[in-house]
């Protein structure tokens, strides 16, 4: 199949998907006219780099996985290394997190002191 043919079949934009074969986590094979061709594999190996994507991994994460980006992920038990690239992400959202309630609970004591005070437009 054909690029926009995929992307149509993943719901992806053809953009990302030249991104993912930048990136080394996608092949097609090219004809002589230089039109990208994809087998059916890439449909669900496309699936899985968004529901790693959408699990909050980076690109950077899921290069080194790439090997791994057929079958039925999500069912996978993960290996070892793949659990502590998990940890680091869990610990980067954490700290992520923690820095959004720090400045959701400032705003909003500001907001309530305000709601007390002079305006000053």
């Not at 080394?24 to 594999?41: C, K, M, P, V, W």
């Not at 959408?54 to 994460?61: A, H, P, V, W």
């Amino acid at each position: 199949m054909r690029i926009g043919e995929l992307a149509k079949a993943t719901g992806v934009t053809t953009r990302a998907l030249r991104f993912y074969e930048e990136q080394g986590l996608l092949t097609a094979a090219r004809s002589r006219n230089g039109y990208r061709h994809y087998d059916e594999s890439a449909i669900e190996r496309v699936a899985n780099i968004r529901y790693l994507l959408d699990s909050g991994l980076t690109m950077e994460d899921i290069r080194p996985l790439g090997s791994c980006l057929q079958g039925d992920l999500p069912a996978r038990r993960l290996s070892s290394s793949a659990v502590a690239l998990v940890d680091r992400r869990l610990a980067v959202l954490d700290e992520r997190i923690a820095a959004l309630t720090r400045a959701r609970e400032q705003l909003a004591s500001r907001a309530s002191a305000a709601r007390g005070g002079v305006a000053c437009d």
